[in-house]
Structure formats: structure tokens, C-alpha cells
């Protein structure tokens, strides 16, 4: 939980608030298997704040003993050709920027490990995953090279761990004290100046630009844009080597950096203000943006048409829990495997596939994700349905 006064980045006490929401469910990587069960799911509050010192946004109300990662946890996206087509460009084009072949490869929340797989093949790599969520401890053999799985969160008792490359990604936004974790990374790499670091958050720029109310979820405690990113690795000890949004409509924020002889902060500090206008003007159209959807999904029970909602992911569940979505949307669809048969935390809706479209034939489909608009807009046709496709 942050200290009440500082801000977690910088340490400064210039902090405002933004917004509250109220009543969301805490984890959005465990999906329920009864309705029971998700109902009851707990939830959290989210007090959105913003430093003015260095642009972090941040989850006031955050608590941490409310979020336990473990197997089973599952927020993969590699079912989906569009987000694959990802990971492997991003892969190549590191692998090809910095000269990794017949490297240690060391990821920081590897989930299951499809990045890092994508990182070891294209070199060829060794590598080493290290995440709580790891289904199964196990060396795995990738062209030749061993990937050691390690169920645990990253600690100083990995430090001396051999890497010439460690990437992390969405991590960072999930941790109270970001500080203290780029610290241990930045021990842990010593004086090699070679070894490089690839971060990946959730673009805290894109929903504020584009006011994405479910864009919040009560376990990303943190919104890091470019600005707040930048000024945290450079005040930990990093020279930034690039930064950059990207995938699906620059959802996604990504930071190249290596160690550093010294720390600048001050030109991040000046160019603060950008974020600061982008998130006041965020908070005040946020319960506008709520309202009229909520106004959509009362016009919708009104006039009996059937409507699901597709992707029961992060914003899938923001959009349903902050909307307060549930007899208008009685359905999620999905094409995990692994989250259809299941209930969505808080709102209760069942998870199905695709193909189950074909029995209900709904009117509306409700794209919770924008980014996978093209990819669903193409499913549907290929299941023959005839039905209005809505982004929120």
C-alpha cells in the first residue's frame, strides 16, 4: 500500500487525487468456476492519483495482501494470431538489436513462458523463467538449449543468476514499491555495462488519450507513462536506450535500458506536465464515459436484444465491473481454452467460445478490447452470425 503522503517513485508528497472507483475485483487472471464463487470473489477500491514531480499515476488504495499470484493464474494471450504475430516481431527484433545468440536469456514473470521461448528460439538462447504462476518447474530443451522454469517470485536469492539479457513484462505495473524491485534488477546485473533490459507495461498515455475507463484494474497499482517510466529508470541507475508504445494501438509501453555512470532526472521532471493535463481530463470524463454505456446497456434490456461480450480479460472485466454489467450481458466469449466454463469475478457472467454463438444468435456484440477488434470482426463473419459489433 503506498505511504499515504509520498509517492512511490520518486518519494515526492506534491500528490493529487484523481478518481475513485469502488468495488472491483482484485485479480483478473482468476477466473471463477461457479457463479457462487464470483460473486463472492473479493474486490477492492482504486484511488487514482497522480505525483506532480514525476508523472507517476498510481492506485492509492492499493493492497497488496488482497493479490497472491499462484498456478492456475492465467492471463496469456497467445491464442490469439494477433498477439502471437507480437511476440514473435518483438522476439526477432531484440535478438537482432542486441546481438543475442548463444546468450543467457533471464526473464522476471515469465508466466508460462511463450516470450521466452520466442527470445531463446530466435537466438538461438538459453534461458531461465522465473514466476510464482509457473505450472510446472521443469528444464525444457528450445533448438538445442536448455529453459529452467522456477515457481518463485524473483528475490535477492536469484541475484548472482547469469544473464546477459533479462526482460520483464507487466510486472512492473503490478508492484507497490517499483523502486525497491529496480533496485534488486540493477544489483543484480553488477558492472555489466552489456547486459541490457527490456521492461513492458500497460501505456498509461494511451488511456488517458483515449479516457479507456477499463483501462483500470485494482492489480495494475501502477500507470507508467513515458515519462514516469524514463524518470524511474534513470533514478535507479539506468541509461534509457529506447521507449516506445506498441502492440494493438500502442496498448502496451516498452523501455530498452542499460546500467548507467550517472542519473538524470531533471529534463523528465520538466516534461511532466503533458501527463498531469492527459489525467485530470481523464478523471473528469470518466464517469461521463460510464454513464453512457451504462445508458446503452439499460437500452439494450429494454428492447430484449441479445447481447454477449467478447474477451474476458483485463478490460473485459474492468468494462463489466465498472459498468456494473450483468443481466444485459449473460455471456463472455472467449477463445482461451482455459477461461471458457468458467465466471467472470464480481459480474458473474459464464465464459464461452465462439461457436457458441451459433446457438444464441445475438444481436450485439460488445468488443471489450478495441486492439482485437479486426481478429473478432473476422471470427464473427466466419461463424456466418449477422450481428452490430460495438467497441467500448
Known amino acids: 500500500m503506498w505511504d499515504e503522503s509520498r509517492c512511490p517513485v520518486c518519494g515526492s508528497e506534491d500528490l493529487t487525487d484523481l478518481l475513485q472507483v ?3 475485483p482484485v ?13 463472492d470473489m473479493p474486490t477492492g477500491d482504486i484511488q487514482l492519483s497522480l505525483c506532480k514531480n514525476c508523472s507517476y499515476v498510481g492506485n492509492r488504495a492499493y493492497d497488496p495482501e488482497k493479490v497472491c499470484y499462484a498456478p492456475g493464474y492465467d492471463v496469456s494471450q497467445h491464442h490469439s494470431p494477433l498477439f502471437r504475430q507480437f511476440i514473435t516481431d518483438c522476439a526477432l527484433s531484440l535478438v537482432e538489436r542486441y546481438e543475442l545468440t548463444d546468450k543467457t536469456v533471464l526473464e522476471i514473470g515469465c508466466g508460462q513462458g511463450y516470450f521466452l521461448r520466442a527470445l531463446c528460439g530466435a537466438g538461438p538462447n538459453s534461458g531461465i523463467g522465473i514466476d510464482p504462476v509457473v505450472s510446472r518447474q521443469a528444464i525444457e530443451e528450445c533448438d538445442g538449449r536448455a529453459i529452467t522454469f522456477i515457481r518463485d517470485v524473483y528475490s ?14 507487466h510486472v512492473l505495473q503490478v508492484l507497490p514499491r517499483p523502486r525497491e524491485f529496480m533496485g534488486l534488477v540493477r544489483r543484480a546485473i553488477r558492472d555489466h555495462r552489456d547486459t541490457v533490459v527490456y521492461f513492458e507495461v500497460q501505456n498509461g498515455s494511451d488511456i488517458f488519450q483515449k ?13 507508467y507513462t513515458s ?9 535507479c541507475g539506468f541509461e534509457v536506450l529506447r521507449v516506445q508504445p506498441c502492440f494493438a494501438d500502442d496498448q502496451y509501453l516498452s523501455i530498452e535500458a542499460a546500467l548507467a555512470f550517472g542519473n538524470s532526472t531533471e529534463e523528465v521532471v520538466r516534461n511532466g506536465g503533458r501527463t498531469a493535463a492527459e489525467a485530470l ?8 464515459k460510464v454513464a453512457r454505456w ?17 474477451g474476458s480479460g483485463g478490460r473485459g472485466i474492468g468494462f463489466l465491473s465498472i459498468v456494473k454489467a450483468k443481466s444485459s450481458l449473460p455471456f ?24 457458441f454463438l451459433l446457438g444464441y444468435k445475438p444481436d450485439i456484440v460488445i468488443v471489450t478490447n478495441p486492439g482485437y477488434m479486426t481478429e473478432v470482426a473476422q471470427q464473427v463473419k466466419d461463424l456466418g452470425l449477422n450481428c452490430e459489433l460495438k467497441a467500448v
Open 22 to 24: 469502488s468495488e472491483v
Open 27 to 39: 485479480m483478473v487472471g482468476v477466473l471463477c468456476h461457479t457463479r457462487q464463487e464470483a460473486q
Open 156 to 169: 535477492e536469492r536469484y541475484a548472482n543468476l547469469p544473464a546477459d539479457f533479462i526482460c520483464c513484462r
Open 211 to 223: 479516457k479507456i475507463p477499463w483501462g483500470l484494474q485494482y492489480e495494475c497499482c501502477s500507470l
Open 227 to 235: 515519462e514516469s517510466l524514463v524518470y524511474l529508470f534513470r533514478s
Open 281 to 288: 481530463a481523464y478523471a473528469q470524463d470518466f464517469p461521463l
Open 294 to 310: 451504462r445508458e446503452q446497456l439499460e437500452e439494450i434490456d429494454r428492447t430484449g436484444r441479445r447481447a454477449v461480450a467478447w
Open 332 to 355: 463472455v466469449v472467449d477463445i482461451n481454452p482455459e477461461r471458457q466454463g468458467c465466471y467472470v469475478p464480481g459480474t458473474a457472467q459464464l465464459v464461452v467460445a465462439p461457436h
